[in-house]
T-cell receptor, first 118, second 115 residues
Framework: GAVVSQHPSRVICKSGTSVKIECRSL??????MFWYRQFPKKSLMLMAT?????????EQGVEKDKFLINHASLTLSTLTVTSAHPEDSSFYIC??????????????FGPGTRLTVL | QQQVKQSPQSLIVQKGGISIINCAYE??????FPWYQQFPGKGPALLIA?????SEKKEGRFTISFNKSAKQFSLHIMDSQPGDSATYFC??????????????FGTGTRLQVTL
């Protein structure tokens, strides 16, 4: 089946530092990846759509300069939280779309990254 | 226009019973409707999905019922088990590439299956 990995699974950092989260599709090539943020007991909030070889498309209200997204290859997208602050503490999850023949639209999610900013 | 409304917010079902979660959407351009299961501290896992050209899809104990005219779809979990206790999210999207395929999620249903 389609497997998406994320690294790291947990990260604790000091306020003002930058944190990079990696998202990899392990057994398929993903032209499109998505980054979500999830607060406790809440639904997933889409932050941005990451397209291989082009700029990410950010959702309204998401700061582009704070959440840098790079999709340099068909199997890797990265999210960098720049100058992190305690309010950036959250569960960050990526997903990758498996472009199946015939118009399939399945998205498979990574295991998530718990970010804690002190 | 982009919302997906999900109910109930929480659900308690006895072991062996049927769990039913409902979702309603507004955007008639949506044509892909997946359900995800999420355990605490984990990413969502794709359970089952349906396209609007069929009214029902069954995979094991999980069934999606789809009513295109009412713009509603539901997840039925037959013979619910304690291991099914999790949060379930419905979602909807258009089939396409890039941002067209982004998912709009419901608010989630916390299911607890008791012994």
């Amino acid at each position: 089946g389609a497997v998406v990995s994320q690294h790291p699974s947990r990260v604790i950092c000091k306020s003002g530092t930058s944190v990079k989260i990696e998202c990899r599709s392990l057994d398929f090539q993903a032209t499109t990846m998505f980054w979500y943020r999830q607060f406790p007991k809440k639904s997933l909030m889409l932050m941005a759509t990451s397209n291989e070889g082009s700029k990410a498309t950010y959702e309204q209200g998401v700061e582009k300069d704070k959440f840098l997204i790079n999709h340099a290859s068909l199997t890797l997208s990265t999210l960098t939280v720049t100058s992190a602050h305690p309010e950036d503490s959250s569960f960050y999850i990526c997903s990758a779309r498996d472009p199946m023949p015939g118009g399939g639209n399945e998205q498979f999610f990574g295991p998530g990254t718990r970010l804690t900013v002190l | 226009q982009q919302q997906v409304k999900q109910s109930p917010q929480s659900l308690i079902v006895q072991k062996g019973g049927i769990s039913i979660i409902n979702c309603a959407y507004e955007n008639t351009a949506f044509d892909y409707f997946p359900w995800y299961q999420q355990f605490p501290g984990k990413g969502p896992a794709l359970l089952i999905a349906i396209r609007p050209d069929v009214s029902e899809k069954k995979e094991g104990r999980f069934t999606i019922s789809f009513n295109k005219s009412a713009k509603q779809f539901s997840l039925h979990i037959m013979d619910s088990q304690p291991g099914d206790s999790a949060t379930y999210f419905c979602a909807a999207s258009m089939v396409g590439t890039g941002t067209a395929s982004k998912l709009t999620f419901g608010t989630g249903t916390r299911l607890q299956v008791t012994l």
